[in-house]
């Protein structure tokens, strides 16, 4: 058995793409999972004013320094707009439905039903709308994925003191939906030719717009001290700017189902940060759930060795 001789210079392959679009997606997810730990230095701050002022001034960064290419490509921004302005309304939606559910049911909780619901959903809307066929691969990922936010979830049923666990993972389904909703929508627009940095940007910095009148009434909190001004800071320049410019570039070089499996590191990082940061505990159900989850980002991440063509 011999190799097949070759016929010229093989096609690029797509894996380092992928392979960078996902770390961009890791370190959105990692930067994400620190919200609820970074919110806990502010319990005088309500769910809404933290989720208006991160996505709110975090939008209109990301609007700012894309403001250029806005403008260049707002012809084609104006065909898009009823996925701009689909969009918007999820980036304005999510925020408030995320923080609302970590604070009624539990960091944990919260992030794990908001985060761990987005890929189904984002995959049955690439169904409905896109047409796309998921793999045998990535539906294997996602379910140890979503097994992993299940253990976890469920170890953290009996501690913390969650005042509202169902409202709060109704929210936390809602929270998933719109992250689905604003990640097909911006990847669509991509897909049509709008750069990464404008489709975000123009989406994020609409959102941002529909936030404002939510910080007006709600964020003179963030006034009362040093701390809470500081976490507001935080949130907007850390998770909500840098985090959804990764995420962007992320979703620019994979599709959105892989973009939202990745995600599912964010609860694991918000687990950890609660056990060594604020003091919770987790117990062994939980860590095996956190280890089911690096699982799924190894398998749905990593490129599989390539087969050699051999012939007689």
Not at 89 to 97: D, F, R, T
Not at 281 to 308: E, H, N, S, Y
Request: contains cysteine; proline residues 6%.
């Amino acid at each position: 058995m011999t190799s097949a001789p070759s016929n010229g210079p093989a096609p690029s392959s797509p894996q380092p793409r992928q392979t960078i679009g996902a770390l961009f997606c890791l370190f959105a997810a990692i930067a994400w999972g620190t919200t609820g730990t970074a919110a806990t230095f502010a319990p005088g701050v309500s769910p809404l004013a933290i989720g208006a002022a991160a996505m709110g001034i975090g939008g209109a960064l990301q609007a700012l320094i894309a403001y250029k290419g806005i403008w260049t490509h707002r012809a084609a921004l104006r065909r898009e707009r009823m996925a701009l302005l689909v969009g918007a309304v999820s980036v304005a939606i999510y925020p408030l439905a995320f923080y609302a559910s970590m604070r009624l049911a539990g960091v944990t909780v919260g992030t794990v039903i908001s985060i761990g619901s987005a890929p189904l959903i984002s995959a049955l809307i690439e169904y409905a709308l896109d047409g796309r066929r998921l793999t045998v691969r990535w539906a294997i990922g996602a379910a140890i994925g979503l097994g992993g936010i299940g253990l976890l979830s469920l170890s953290e049923s009996g501690h913390g003191t969650a005042s509202n666990v169902p409202l709060g993972a109704l929210l936390g389904l809602v929270a998933g939906g719109t992250y689905a909703l604003y990640s097909w929508t911006a990847q669509r627009m991509m897909r049509r030719d709008l750069p990464p940095r404008v489709a975000m940007g123009a989406t994020f910095g609409l959102g941002g717009l529909l936030l404002l009148p939510v910080l007006l009434i709600t964020g003179a909190s963030f006034l009362d001290s040093a701390g809470n001004l500081a976490v507001g800071l935080y949130m907007a320049l850390v998770p909500m700017f840098l985090g959804y410019l990764a995420f962007g570039a992320g979703l620019a070089r994979v599709p959105a189902s892989m973009a939202t499996t990745i995600t599912l590191f964010e609860p694991v990082v918000a687990a950890v940060l609660a056990v060594y940061v604020v003091g919770e505990t987790l117990p062994a159900l939980g860590w095996l759930g956190v280890a089911l989850i690096v699982a799924c980002l190894l398998w749905t991440t990593l490129p599989w060795p390539r087969r050699k063509v051999l012939a007689a």
